[in-house]
């Protein structure tokens, strides 16, 4: 007897044979019993009874062994017990980030560090401050300041030998003596927040982004005011390349208006006192203390502070071990370079500042102090080399630094920004030089300064008389 051959058989609906006539019966029961049970296996019971009716009135109606093999149902699969599901585990609670993120200004809180990076014992809380540390302001300056001679680098994984992360709110811990590092998220835990009014030497300017930390966050060291306008401040920091003092636009350079003042619950005093390596009261910061105040035997913090200012303005060469409260050459030297770079001569360069002398060097104005002719240490120590054919030959006056300030224009930011495109410094030109003095000016400056090998105040991103001469070269 011949195997037979399975394929797939559908009668016709209307067939009246009596296999058909009991197909139709038992189909109709069971999709009965299916839908009065409304389970699966009903339906499962009827699709049985209608293979079963189906090969029935094959037979009947003559089909044969071949139609009913056609008619055998195809084994069905043994029901499974559905395997009950596994217990997902819990999600770990992820991490706190160490940092803001790839490219962050910094790095996360984190305690003191010791050498080669190994935590300090006993190590601090980061975020969470247990105890204020009492400073005052004149320490929390002094703290700035000796990063600043140091010109620590900046970086947002490595410890500097004091324990404190090298970026900008390692920095800040660092100026208030935290003992931890903390980030610009948590630094307003250890402060309150203040008016613009009310800032003072000391305080910082925190904008932390927290929808998005990684684009603009940043603090600065307030350092106090650069006039009586209020419109621009020093600002001590950590940034790259390496820790700054810079006159900047209140309360930054961008974003400005999402720097918040805040003041370190722990500080003590009000008005930064005088002293030896503070900056005068801020109340008057541009009032001249007059000329008694200099000279052979004066010994005060103008003397230091003229120092400073001197020093910004070209003067480095005359204090080979950095300006002093005691008055000596140096300061006569600088002071009479400063003056004769105004075009003053006799007794209104005799090297003794006046109230004259005093405005323009707090204020930023008139012309910055002319390197030697000769090769003789200019900017950083690196030689200042003539241009060819004797003094200016070939090269623009220089319109003076007034000329390049916050919203300053004119033909010499022009001229400026062409030149830098020229020298292939342009980098930060996103639609090319203009004659208004910007951001991107002084980004393009400062990098055409440290390719001279400045660095620190000597690479700030404002052109100076040295800077013009080998730019225009």
């Excluded at 303005?313 to 003056?339: C, H, I, N, V």
Aim: aromatic share 8%.
């Amino acid at each position: 007897m011949p195997m037979p051959v399975f394929e797939e058989y559908e009668p016709a609906g209307d067939c009246g044979c009596l296999g058909c006539v009991h197909r139709r019966r038992t189909l109709a029961r069971g999709r009965a019993t299916a839908l009065r049970d409304g389970a699966p296996p009903g339906a499962r019971g009827a699709r049985r009874a209608l293979v079963v009716a189906t090969a029935a009135g094959v037979v009947l109606s003559g089909g044969g062994p071949t139609a009913l093999a056609a008619a055998r149902p195809a084994p069905s699969p043994v029901p499974v017990a559905p395997t009950p599901p596994r217990p997902v585990p819990a999600a770990p609670t992820p991490p706190r980030p160490s940092a803001d993120g790839p490219g962050s200004p910094q790095g996360g809180p984190a305690p003191l560090h010791g050498p080669k990076g190994s935590p300090a014992k006993p190590p601090g809380r980061p975020g969470a401050p247990a105890t204020v540390r009492r400073i005052d302001r004149s320490t929390i300056i002094n703290r700035a300041r000796v990063w600043l001679e140091e010109q620590v680098p900046y970086s947002m994984s490595d410890y500097w030998s004091d324990g404190y992360r090298q970026d900008c709110s390692g920095f800040v811990s660092m100026a208030w003596n935290l003992g931890t590092n903390e980030w610009t998220g948590s630094l307003d835990k250890f402060a309150k927040k203040i008016t613009k009014e009310e800032l003072l030497p000391g305080d910082m300017l925190l904008f932390h982004n927290p929808s998005d930390p990684n684009n603009g966050s940043h603090v600065t060291l307030f350092g106090g005011w650069v006039d009586e306008t209020r419109t621009s401040y020093i600002a001590y920091e950590q940034t790259r390349p390496t820790t700054r003092k810079l006159a900047t636009p209140y309360g930054y350079w961008n974003n400005a208006t999402k720097y918040l003042p805040y003041r370190y619950t722990g500080v003590t005093g009000g008005l930064l006192p005088d002293g030896p390596g503070n900056d005068p009261k801020p109340a008057a910061p541009s009032a001249f203390p007059g000329a008694k105040m200099f000279g052979p035997g004066a010994d005060n913090e103008y003397v230091a502070r003229l120092g400073r200012m001197l020093i910004d303005r070209g003067g480095r060469r005359f204090y080979p071990k950095g300006p002093s409260t005691k008055w000596s050459e140096s300061d006569r030297l600088a002071t009479q370079a400063f003056q004769k770079a105004q075009g003053w001569t006799g007794a209104e360069a005799d090297g003794i500042p006046g109230a004259h002398t005093w405005r323009l060097l707090v204020q930023g104005q008139g012309n910055d102090i002319v390197p030697t002719p000769e090769a003789a240490p200019g900017p950083g120590g690196h030689p200042a080399h003539p241009v060819p054919g004797g003094p200016g030959g070939g090269v623009p006056a220089y319109p003076g630094p007034g000329a390049f300030r916050p919203g300053q224009s004119g033909p010499a930011v022009a001229a400026l920004g062409r030149q830098l495109m020229a020298k292939g410094f342009g980098t930060y030109y996103t639609s090319g030089p203009g004659s208004v003095w910007g951001e991107a000016d002084r980004r393009n400056v400062e990098a055409f300064q440290r390719a001279q090998g400045w660095r620190g105040a000597l690479a700030n991103g404002y052109p100076g008389p040295e800077t013009w001469r080998r730019l225009f070269a």
